[in-house]
T-cell receptor, first 113, second 117 residues
Framework: QQQVKQSPQSLIVQKGGISIINCAYENTAFDYFPWYQQFPGKGPALLIA?????SEKKEGRFTISFNKSAKQFSLHIMDSQPGDSATYFCAAYSGAGSYQLTFGKGTKLSVIP | DTGVSQDPRHKITKRGQNVTFRCDPISEHNRLYWYRQTLGQGPEFLTYFQNEAQLEKSRLLSDRFSAERPKGSFSTLEIQRTEQGDSAMYLC???????????????FGPGTRLTVL
């Protein structure tokens, strides 16, 4: 059973546009939601993370929106650039009990000039 | 570079051989994790250490897999009698847990790409 569902699987956005990636989770014990960016042949790199006590977190061009009641969260990339072309993973983590990160299946983002 | 390092970066082996990977976490990080990532998928948890103690193992970690973190610093992941299905990227991550029950940020290494022929 997939505990974190991520969509879309792939996304093509024009330079300067907004990229939006959505995730939904089932386990209400999750209390930390990071997003990772991964380039081909590299390990995932932490992009931005949020805890469920806030509804939005912004860092530069990256914003996480969090809806606790709907058990959904999303990543918005403003003013998308070709250098943002990568695979993005949402993840969820519970510090109480298991310390493993549960990842979505990833979204391959392509930003075209 | 003070990030998580992994060695080797690439490993090609024949089916049935044993392989060992090494992970050096960020200095002073007390938690260390191993994940496996196959093409087109997100990383999947394998096991985790707090200091030298292995506290959690995934069902993905068959009897052919063993991990150690002997002095609470670097860790090794060994796969015995490799199979073609073991071909994947093996990722190591580390984190600094300040107290129990609090989620902490995991920082990933570049991974070891294993190809089993």
């Amino acid at each position: 059973q997939q505990q974190v569902k991520q969509s879309p699987q792939s996304l093509i956005v024009q330079k300067g546009g907004i990229s939006i990636i959505n995730c939904a989770y089932e386990n209400t014990a999750f209390d930390y939601f990071p997003w990772y960016q991964q380039f081909p042949g590299k390990g995932p790199a932490l992009l931005i993370a949020i805890r469920p006590d806030v509804s939005e977190k912004k860092e530069g061009r990256f914003t996480i929106s969090f809806n606790k009641s709907a058990k959904q969260f999303s990543l918005h990339i403003m003013d998308s650039q070709p250098g943002d072309s990568a695979t993005y993973f949402c993840a969820a983590y519970s510090g109480a009990g298991s310390y493993q990160l549960t990842f979505g299946k990833g979204t391959k983002l392509s930003v075209i000039p | 570079d003070t990030g998580v390092s992994q060695d080797p970066r690439h490993k090609i082996t024949k089916r049935g051989q044993n392989v060992t990977f090494r992970c050096d976490p960020i200095s002073e990080h007390n938690r260390l994790y191993w994940y496996r990532q196959t093409l087109g998928q997100g990383p999947e948890f394998l096991t985790y250490f707090q200091n030298e103690a292995q506290l959690e193992k995934s069902r993905l970690l068959s009897d052919r897999f063993s991990a150690e973190r002997p002095k609470g610093s670097f860790s090794t992941l060994e796969i015995q009698r490799t199979e073609q299905g073991d071909s994947a990227m093996y990722l190591c991550a580390s984190s600094l847990a300040l107290r129990e029950g609090i989620s902490d940020t995991q920082y990933f290494g570049p991974g070891t790409r294993l190809t089993v022929l």
